[in-house]
C-alpha cells in the first residue's frame, strides 16, 4: 500500500513531508505500522498483510484523518490522503481557526514563484532568470540587467539552498540552475533576517528540488522550434530540451535525482537584416543530487552543479549590428554539501559548504578599431576579457530548541565565512568616435593593463531571535557583525521587524521593519589601477588635433580636509551600505481573497562610482574611482491575490516607484561589456526608473481541463538620455522615455495520461504559447544622437513570438 499527504496551501495542492502514517488492525497480532513521508510527501506500507485496516494521520494543525481500507491479495492499494486545517467547534458555532500570522514575516504571493507556476506560466525563456520580472518590484533594463528595489543584480545577492550563487567577479546571477531542479524562487527586498548579508540590493532565494523516495522522470521541449522566411523553412530556431530523473539508490537510506538542461538559440533582434539580426546562444547546464538519511535526525546532502554557456552577437540592437557586437562565455561547476542534525533537545545543527569554479571571457568579433557614430556603432568592439574565478563559502547554523520567556523564541546563531579571488587579463583597442559627416571627432587609445588579480575575505557573525510574544504579534530581531579583507574592517548591521494581527479574526495583518546591510566590494574595485589606461584626442571637423592627448591615469580618490578629493593608490576600503524600511497592511477581503498595500524605502551609500577627472593646469588627468556613490529609491505597492482553487488563481499588482543614483557605479560602467565611452559621473534618474507599473498574471482551469495562463505587463517607457557627437549627455542624463510597454503574454495546455508500455503513470502535457499575443510595438532602440537626421527616431521593436508545448511529465 502507498500513497501521498497533501494539503492546500496558498498555491494549490502542496506536499506534506515528515509526517507519520499510521495503518491499524489487520490480522490478528500484526499490530499497527507506522512511516514517514519523504520530501514529496510520499508514503507506502511494502510488507502489509491483505486485511482490513484504519489509516489514521494526526498532525498538529490539521484536522485528524482516519478512514477504513481494505488490502486484498495481489494488489497495489494506492490511497492518497489531503489533509485539511483544523477547526475549532464552539456550542454551535463552527469558527475556520486563524493562521498563526504573528511569527510570520513574509507571506506575499506575488514575490514568490512556485516550481508549478514555472511550468503553467509563459516565459520568453525557459530559466529562472526569465520569471524574475513578474515580481512587480523587478525591473529588466535595456541592457538585460535585473533591477531590485532600484539596485542591479549585481548590488544584490542570489542564494541557491541557502549559499551564494553569484559570478564571484561582478556579482551578476550568471551562474544557471535547471528549471525543473527549481522547487522554490522568493524575491526579499526587506530581508530582515541577520543571517543574510553581502548585497545592498533586494535578495533572491532558490530551493531546490529534493531526490525523490520513488524513480521518476521526465523530459521537456524536446521537440525543436522551426524557423519559417518568406513562406520558407530556414531552419531551427531553437532547440531547448529538458530532462529529469531520479530515485532511490538505496531505499529509504540514499536518494539521487538529475537535472539537465540544454539551449540552442536563435534570437531575433528587429531592425535589422536577416540574417545577420540573431543572437546565437548554445550551451547546458545540469544539476547532480545525493541524499543521504543517515539516522532518523541526521541529513546529508550533496550536489554538483555543472554549466557551460556560449553568446554570439550578446549585445545587438538595432543600431549595434552584429560586426560591432561582443561574444562572451561562462563556464564552471559548483560542489556543495548541506549537513543537518537534530539533537535529543531539539536545537537543530545545520552546516552548508560550497566551492565554486567560474570562469568568463568576451571579445569583439576582430581587432579593427571601434566606430562610434551618430546612427550607432561600426567597427570591432573594443574590449576583450578572460577571468578565471574561484569563491569558498562556510556557513555553520546552531538553532537552539524553543524558549519560553514573555511568550517563544526561536534562537539562532552563525558564521558565515567567505572567500573570493580572481585573476584574468583585459586588453582594449582604440575607438573612434566620428560625426554626422563621418570625420573623426575623438580617438581613445589605451595604454598599458593586461593582468588581473584581486581576492577578498569577508567573515561574518549573527545572531536571531524569532519573537512570538503572542498569537497577535511577532518580534523578529538580530544583528551581523563582518569583516571584509577589502572592505570595511568592522561593519555592523542591527535589523527588527515585526508582525501584527489585531482583532480576534486576524484577518488584518500589520508588517514592518527597519535594517541596515552591508555589501561585498566588487573585486574589480580591488584590481582597479591595473586597467588599461584611456588616452583621448580631439580633432577639428578638418582633422586636426585640438590640443595634446590627454592620459588619463587610473587611482583611487579619498576625501581629503579643505578638498572634495585627492587622488591615491590605497584602496578606500569602504563598503557599500544600505538602509531599507517598510511598512505593509494585508487584509483577508473574504474566502481566498487576500489585498495588500506596501510602501518601502531604500537608501544606499558608499557605491564605487568611477569618474574622469579633466587635468587642471599643470596637473595630471585621472581616472577616479571614489566610494562616494549612492541612490535612494521609494515604492508604493498594492496587490490583490485570489486562490480559486487547486487550479485556478490570479494575482494583480500595480507598483508606483522612483530610483536616482550616480550613474557610473562599477557595474554600470562595466557589466556585463565595459563601456567604449566613460562620461563625467551625475546623479540623476538610474535606467532602471519606471514610476508605474501594473503587473498581473495566472492561471485557470477551464472545462476540458484545459489550464490557461496570462500574463499582461504594462509600465513606463524605460529612461533614455540625448547625447551629443561626443557622446555628452544633451538636456540632461535619464531625461527622456521610451513609450508605455505593454504586452500581453498567454499559455494554454492540456495534460493526457499515458497508458502505453514503459509510460505509466506519465502524461503528455500538449498546448500552445504566445508571447506579445497582441504584437504591440514594444520599442527597444532610439537614435538618441542629436546629430543625427534620424534624431527622436525608435527602432527595433520587441515582437511577438509563438511556439508549441511538449512535455512528457509524471
Known sequence: MAGAVTTIGPRGSEAVPGVTVALRGGAAGSGSLSASTDSEGHYQFPNAAPGSYTLAVAVEGFNPFSEAVRLNAGENEVKDIRLELARVVQQVEVHEKPEDVATQSGGNPTSTISARQFTVLPLAEQKFKSAIPLVPSVVRTGDGKLNFKGAPESQGMLLVDSVQSVDPVTGSFSIPIPLDAVHSLTVDDEPYNAQYGGFSGGLTTIETQPPAGNWHWGIMDFVPGFRGKNGHLVGIADSTPRLYFGGPLIKNKLNFSEDVSYDVEKRPVRGLAWPDNEIKRQGFDALTTFQAVLSPKHLLSVNVNAFSHRDDFADISALVPQTASSDDGQRGAA??????????????????????????????????????????????????????????????????????????????????????????????????????????????TFEGGGLLAAQDTEAAEFVQDDWKVNDHLGLNMGGRFSTQSIGRSAAFSPRVGFVYAPGEDRKTVIRGGAGLFYDRVPLMAADFLDNPTRVVSLYDPEGALLGPPVTYQNTYLTAAPGQEFIPTRQNPDSSPRNFTTNLEIERELRRNVVARVKYLYSQTQDLYVLDPLPAAAGQAAWMGLAANGGSHYHQFEASIHYQAGERSELNATYVRSGVRGDLNTLSDVYVPFEEPVVRPDVTSSLASN?????????????????????????????????????????????????????????????????????????????????????????????????????????????????????????
Open 335 to 444: 560542489l556543495g554539501a548541506s549537513d543537518t542534525y537534530q539533537f535529543a533537545t531539539g536545537a537543530l545543527l545545520s552546516t552548508v559548504l560550497r566551492y565554486t569554479w567560474f570562469d568568463s571571457n568576451a571579445h569583439g568579433q576582430g581587432s579593427e578599431d571601434m566606430v562610434i557614430g551618430p546612427e550607432g556603432w561600426g567597427g570591432d568592439f573594443f574590449d576583450t576579457w578572460a577571468r578565471s574565478a574561484r569563491q569558498f563559502e562556510l556557513l555553520p547554523i546552531y538553532q537552539f530548541p524553543l524558549k519560553r520567556w514573555l511568550g517563544q523564541h526561536q534562537l539562532r546563531i552563525g558564521v558565515d565565512v567567505n572567500h573570493r579571488s580572481y585573476s584574468g587579463t583585459d586588453q582594449s583597442h582604440p575607438i573612434q568616435v566620428t560625426r554626422q559627416d563621418g570625420s573623426l571627432a575623438e580617438q581613445i
Open 690 to 810: 519606471v514610476p508605474g507599473r501594473f503587473v498581473s498574471w495566472g492561471a485557470f482551469g477551464l472545462p476540458y481541463s484545459l489550464t490557461l495562463s496570462p500574463v499582461v505587463d504594462i509600465h513606463s517607457g524605460l529612461p533614455y538620455s540625448d547625447v551629443d557627437t561626443f557622446q555628452n549627455y544633451v538636456g540632461g542624463a535619464n531625461t527622456e522615455h521610451l513609450p508605455t510597454f505593454f504586452s500581453l503574454d498567454m499559455k494554454i495546455y492540456r495534460e493526457f495520461k499515458l497508458n502505453m508500455p514503459g509510460l505509466k503513470n506519465r502524461k503528455l502535457r500538449l498546448g500552445v504559447y504566445s508571447l506579445n499575443l497582441t504584437n504591440h510595438s514594444n520599442w527597444l532602440a532610439v537614435y538618441n544622437n542629436v546629430t543625427s537626421p534620424y534624431f527622436g527616431r525608435f527602432a527595433g521593436m520587441q515582437h511577438r513570438v509563438d511556439g508549441f508545448v511538449i512535455d512528457v511529465v509524471k
